[in-house]
């Protein structure tokens, strides 16, 4: 076997690129290394002509705006357009154990969200794949040949921590399970974290009230984070006991302890939450119970076509 040429996706070959940060193609030894975060998100036809398979091993947390999902999206279609073949080597998904939130809009498709799932959908990343081909989600409808290599003594109920972080700001498994619902805040005027060693198990404003405080400041995965040397007060959430579900409290309490509500939504916050709805939900005072209603149907849809595509 030999390998021609390394794809990497967001936060780079070796995952510790900041968040967002563009990245060059460059080589690893002396392998090149082709950036699907800089110029190009996609595999380009001529960027695969001399390789026979393309090998997919990235951890995923199985969360539907985790960008890792849309590379492997945009590869599966440049495989299936040259005809060449993918092993997904599959992993673990430390978020499999439940499926919560509400279904992508396609108006609101974005590399943040491609496919009408749900915020997490409960599936490993080789099973999403199979799901992409089966579902005909890939561009005219192609097939991409696709073989998963299956994961041992693994089932959707198994804990399971990442050795190391699957992408620079998810540090640990708090972190990860958190993420689902703490990323609202992420296109809100609210910090996660970023900027200091508890992201994404805490969150705060200035605006805000309460006795626990923080300052974001550079760090590793996160050189200008959001509100950048300005003390927040906020939540402490590194000891939260996660209840296997998408939390909106932290969102509705955020918006309604912000002061100037007009600003606290950033113009993306669709594209993130996959839905028109739920910021006017948040806007118009909907009840945590009311909101997570209207996701219900939605769920028990996709819950139906998930079905088809378990391995475990």
Do not use: C
């Amino acid at each position: 076997m030999q390998i021609k040429t390394i794809f990497s996706p967001e936060h780079g070959f070796l995952g510790d690129k900041d968040d967002g940060e563009k990245i060059d193609n460059g080589f690893y030894k002396s392998i090149k290394v082709l950036s699907l975060y800089g110029k190009n998100r996609k595999i380009k036809d001529t960027d695969i002509q001399d390789v026979d398979i393309l090998v997919f091993d990235i951890q995923d947390v199985g969360v539907r705006f985790y960008t890792y999902l849309s590379t492997l999206h945009y590869a599966m279609e440049a495989v299936a357009r040259t005809n060449k073949k993918m092993i997904i080597l599959d992993r673990p998904n430390p978020n499999s154990f439940y499926i919560d939130g509400p279904i992508l809009d396609l108006n609101n498709k974005s590399f943040i969200g491609l496919h009408p799932v749900p915020i997490v959908y409960g599936m490993t990343i080789g099973e999403y794949g199979k799901m992409i081909n089966g579902e005909g989600w890939l561009e005219n409808g192609i097939k991409a040949e696709l073989e998963v290599i299956k994961i041992k003594n693994y089932n959707h109920k198994s804990k399971y921590e990442p050795t190391i972080r699957p992408s620079p700001n998810l540090p640990n498994l708090q972190s990860i399970y958190l993420y689902p619902s703490l990323a609202f805040l992420e296109k809100t005027e609210v910090s996660v974290g970023r900027g200091t060693e508890n992201q994404f198990q805490i969150y705060g404003h200035p605006d805000f009230e309460g006795i626990f405080s923080f300052t974001p400041k550079s760090n590793f995965g996160s050189q200008n984070p959001k509100l950048k040397g300005i003390k927040s007060k906020g939540e402490d959430l590194r000891n939260y006991k996660t209840n296997n579900r998408i939390e909106l409290k932290w969102l509705i309490k955020s918006y309604n302890q912000f002061i100037d509500k007009n600003k606290f939504f950033r113009s993306d916050f669709d594209k993130l939450s996959g839905t028109s709805n739920l910021k006017k939900q948040i806007v118009q005072g909907v009840s945590e119970s009311k909101i997570r209603g209207t996701w219900q149907e939605g769920i028990e849809k996709f819950k139906k076509i998930r079905k088809k595509y378990l391995l475990y």
